[in-house]
């Protein structure tokens, strides 16, 4: 189940390690997750749901969903999907709730008095080490303003890090460059900016009680502190749809981001066979992906009646033969402890399955690429007001063309402020970091920092002025004149 | 649909459950996070509000855009109670510890 | 709405300018861009060393290739992020047709493959004659096969035979 030989990627994987699996030992390699490397040796159910006992495995594989929760060392809802993995860890099967055992401890040590959680103060705060986040930080950076850019992940780079592809768009904006390459670039710069990056820090809340300060709760290792800071961009990305149907909630049914960075981070093969739904750009992208991981794409279905995705995506999986079937849905998923195969039907103009048009496949995974939400949580909590835009994927904060949301100081990019492309989330991150710095009122080179703002909005109405740009052109419009019409009443 | 179908992975709550539920009277997602629990698992909503929010429009008719989400309110994850009692980092050094990015 | 949207294959109807003229298939090797759609991408401009290629309005305007000046020498496939250019030579019989190819293990010189089309489906049996794997190419490598000339522009994938490594 591990890929050995990829066209695009080398695999840096830890040293070899074995643990304990339900008494049985397993070897995986340190620094995966205890989720990867419990799918490399064939593992697919992590634990027993709490009410009916039904199997589940990893769903997300970003530490948002609970599919994965598994009892470590004795400590029961581990998120193991995140949870790196270390030499004679004890993993095991959680059943139900789990039981807290008297001798386990919890990862934080109440250590501290309680006044010890100041981290200080940052004129700029960065959510999310994304395209977005980096690119506010870069060029907040370059106007010589410091920031602190803070992200879950141990790795910076968010979903770039996942992308084999050469990125589209204009080649002053980072096209034909591979996403994981564009990754390392954008930390390279970074790295030049007065900018520190917090990886592996959660940020738990956002607070502005306190104006014009805004209140960060971050937890590292276990280990709370708070961070005070003028200004806040959120880039936070998004969340992976789920799709309800019959044992929607099997081992084996993944969120395509789940997949990628199975197979495009750990080096694990998600499966033999894939059925993956939904033919916008992120299925036909992942569909690629997995056959560059020699993993067989029985089909894409969609229940559109027309390839949400680019042609030349469409086209590239074509030619290897797997078919695109739009106007189909997925009906069931079978199989007792995994996915053995799934059922799909035609879905008539009403959305609606066909009678008698139904059709079982044999797969052992079915990948979900069914759109994605803006996490918009943080801001939630910071009191944002927001608008639900579907053109823009469901609720996001309400937010201006400098994509600053109704909090001063509090800015939304990326994903998480509407779902785009890569390419659109750095112009936007660009642009809010730079509206960022104009609202923290220091002494910069106006002239340059407006020039700049202007190059990053021209971008963008540039990256979104065809055919496939029309739904987020049309959410971003409503979006300011909602937001407009909002502050207006203020 | 079938009834059977897990809408909420966390707290494994049904498509029927929910549905029988917003028929009795429960159409908002506050009034079903409260009673059926949707929405206060370890995801807190991140897998089943959407989900839910279709329903209860499906069910009532309201169109989606105007059902409302559940209010979000810190922590984003799932954090022990143990991390919550100890505070910040011991040595109070903002730049120091267990933080320090260099 | 096209065939195309639905199903993912381009057709010949909906090829138009992208074809370039019998007469001027048969005097040289060309490129052909595969790419109908308005999206926002322009690569293949700069990677052109003869400034053949051009997009002639916003960044989302659809490539045009002058085949005058394109003389097929390839530079630009593997500059494609859609990975929808091709160079055809079907100066002679067999034809030879040069696709990108993302895949591992790399077929050999002399390997005869599976010839697949738009769709897919196998078209019959082409010979490897080059396979370019420069580091230039950022790991988009260029495969040349030999076909024969009536499917030079049908063949747009292959697949290698099982016993090297291909799968069936």
């Known amino acids: 189940m591990r890929i050995r030989e990829h066209p695009i990627l080398e695999f840096e994987r830890g040293r070899e390690v074995e643990f304990d699996f339900d008494g049985r030992r397993l070897c995986g390699h340190e620094g995966e997750t205890i989720a990867a490397a419990l799918h490399a040796s064939g593992v697919r159910v992590l634990r027993k749901s ?24 004795g400590v029961p809802n581990v998120m193991t999907c995140v949870t790196p993995l270390r030499r004679g860890m004890k993993v095991e099967t959680q059943t139900g709730k789990g039981t807290l055992a008297a001798e386990a401890k919890g990862a934080g040590s109440i250590a501290g008095d309680g006044s010890g959680s100041d981290l200080g103060t940052v004129p700029l705060a960065i959510v999310g080490a994304g395209p977005a986040g980096l690119s506010a930080a870069v060029y907040a950076g370059r106007l010589g303003v410091e920031s602190v850019v803070v992200d879950e992940n141990e790795v910076p780079g968010g979903q770039l890090i996942k992308q084999t592809h050469m ?30 990056l917090l990886t592996g820090t959660t940020v738990l809340g956002l607070y502005t009680d306190d104006p014009p300060w805004k209140t960060l709760s971050l937890m590292k290792n276990g280990v709370r502190g708070e961070l005070r800071a003028r200004t806040v961009v959120l880039a936070t990305g998004a969340s992976e749809n789920m ?73 590239k999986i074509r030619r290897m033969g797997v078919p695109i079937l739009t106007s189909h849905t997925i009906l069931s998923a079978g199989g007792t402890d995994r996915v053995e195969r799934a059922t799909i039907s035609r879905v008539d103009s009403d959305w609606q399955p066909v009678e008698g048009t139904e059709r079982t496949i044999d797969v052992d995974t079915i990948c ?21 835009v579907p053109e823009l994927g469901g609720l996001v904060s309400a937010h201006d063309a400098d994509l600053e949301t109704s909090v001063p100081g509090v800015f939304i990019a990326g994903d998480a402020s509407g779902i785009e492309e890569a390419s659109t989330a750095m112009l936007e991150g660009r642009l809010a970091g730079l509206a960022a710095v104009e609202r923290l009122e220091v002494e910069v080179d106006r002239e340059k920092l407006l020039a700049m703002k202007e190059e990053a909005a021209s971008g963008l109405s540039e990256l979104r002025a065809g055919p496939f740009g029309d739904r987020p052109r049309l959410g971003k419009e409503r979006m300011l004149a909602l937001a407009a019409s909002r502050g207006g009443d203020r | 649909m079938k ?43 991140r897998t089943c509000s959407r989900l839910i929010v279709r329903i209860i429009s499906q069910e009532t008719g309201v169109p989606v855009a105007e059902v409302r989400f559940p209010v979000v309110r810190p922590p984003s994850r799932p954090v022990e109670i143990g991390v919550m009692a100890a505070g910040g980092p011991p040595d109070g050094n903002p730049s120091g510890g267990e933080y320090d990015a260099d | 709405m096209t065939e195309r949207r639905r199903d993912g294959v381009l057709r010949e109807a ?131 096969i030999e076909v024969p000339k009536n499917l030079a522009m049908r063949v747009r994938h292959f697949r290698r035979k099982p016993d090297r490594g291909g799968t069936s």
Do not use: W
């Open chain 1, 50 to 73: 709490i009410r009916h006992g039904r199997p589940r495995g990893f769903f997300c594989a970003i530490g948002r969903c609970s599919s994965c929760l598994m009892t470590v060392d």
């Open chain 1, 167 to 196: 990125f589209f768009g204009s080649l002053e904006h980072y096209a034909r460059v591979r996403g994981v390459d564009i990754g390392t670039q954008l930390c390279r710069e970074l790295e030049k900016c007065p900018s520190k």
């Open chain 1, 243 to 315: 799709l309800a149907f019959e044992n929607c909630d099997l081992p084996g049914v993944y969120g395509a981001g789940a997949v990628q960075t199975l197979m495009n981070v750990y080096g694990v093969a998600p499966g033999e066979r894939v059925l993956m739904v939904g033919a916008g750009n992120i299925g036909l992208i992942v569909g690629y992906q997995l056959l560059q991981a020699a993993v067989d794409v029985a089909a894409v279905i969609d229940a559109m009646d027309e390839i949400g995705g680019y042609h030349v995506h469409a086209a």
């Open chain 1, 368 to 388: 979900l690429a069914v759109g994605l939400t803006p996490n918009c949580e943080l801001a939630s909590m910071a009191g944002c007001d927001d608008e639900y």
């Open chain 2, 3 to 45: 009834e059977d179908v897990v809408i909420c992975r966390c707290e494994d709550i049904t498509y029927g459950e929910i549905v029988d539920a917003v028929r009795g009277g429960l159409t908002t997602t506050e009034e079903i996070k409260r009673i059926l629990r949707c929405g206060m698992g370890p995801c807190q909503g």
């Open chain 3, 14 to 144: 909906e090829m138009g300018p992208v074809v370039p003229s019998a007469e001027r298939l048969a005097r040289g090797p060309v490129v052909i861009v595969e790419c109908v759609e308005n999206i926002p991408c322009n690569p293949c401009v700069a990677a052109c060393p003869k400034g053949a290629i051009a997009i002639r309005g916003d960044i989302n305007d659809t490539p045009v290739v002058d085949f005058e000046t394109c003389d097929g020498c390839r530079v630009c496939i593997s500059a494609c992020p859609g990975l929808a250019i091709f160079a055809v030579d079907a100066t002679g019989d067999p034809a030879l047709v040069s696709i990108p190819y993302e895949f591992r293990p790399l077929p050999e010189t002399g390997e005869i493959v599976t010839t697949l089309d738009r769709e897919g489906a196998e078209s019959g049996e082409g010979k490897v004659v080059r396979v370019l794997s420069a580091k230039a190419l950022d790991r988009t490598p260029i495969v040349t």
